[in-house]
């Protein structure tokens, strides 16, 4: 099934107007040209089979496409969870409808990175994927991508000083705001080393 075809109505809802975004043409042709079933077979060994107590996993290339979509939009696990509930293209990639199930915690994602990197799988994947992405004349490049953390600062005036921290201040992340300052990490998209 395409990822088209994974959108339930209530997912697309009734918009009159749209365009397909550049993000959205990147993401369509990585979900026709990537080899997900040649890289099922290189995880599927390491991943959880949901032997003994507890939940079933989540399906192995759901945890792959989010896998890949942390990479190329250089995200944490806390934001890619986000970006996930935020944005319709990503949630169709991940084969995620929100009628019929929610997106994976940051837990569960943080977990699944973690398998990844722990058993050397990373390289292993990412080969692969730029093999197929060459043999279809793709080149995947870009310049800077950025993403603010917030770091947290308490807004009381009770304290020993009775006064804020004269370094924080109110600041907003999407729709919602924080008191406190924003960290930027900026990494180069092509080598994915953070820049100072």
Not at 77 to 87: C, I, K, Q, S, W
Not at 90 to 95: E, L, N
Request: net charge positive; hydrophobic share 35%.
């Amino acid at each position: 099934m395409s990822m088209e075809e994974q959108l339930s109505l209530a997912t697309t809802g009734f918009e009159r107007h749209s365009k397909t975004t550049r993000r959205t043409k990147f993401l369509l042709e990585m979900d026709r040209i990537v080899p997900w079933k040649h890289l099922r077979k290189i995880v599927r060994p390491f991943y959880y089979k949901g032997e003994g107590v507890g939940r079933r996993p989540i399906e192995l290339e759901r945890m792959l496409r989010i896998y890949f979509l942390q990479h190329w939009f250089n995200l944490s696990d806390p934001a890619v969870e986000e970006a996930l509930y935020d944005v319709i293209s990503m949630r169709a990639f991940a084969r995620i409808d929100l009628g019929g199930a929610g997106v994976p915690d940051e837990a569960t994602i943080c977990k699944f990175r973690h398998l990844i990197e722990k058993n050397d799988l990373g390289k292993k994947l990412f080969a692969e994927v730029n093999r197929y992405v060459a043999e279809c004349g793709i080149t995947i490049s870009g310049g800077t991508i950025v993403d603010a953390t917030i770091i947290h600062a308490p807004s009381s005036t009770k304290n020993q000083d009775g006064e804020r921290d004269p370094e924080m201040h109110s600041t907003q992340k999407g729709n919602q705001w924080f008191f406190g300052m924003k960290a930027h990490i900026g990494a180069d998209t092509r080598t994915k080393h953070a820049l100072r």
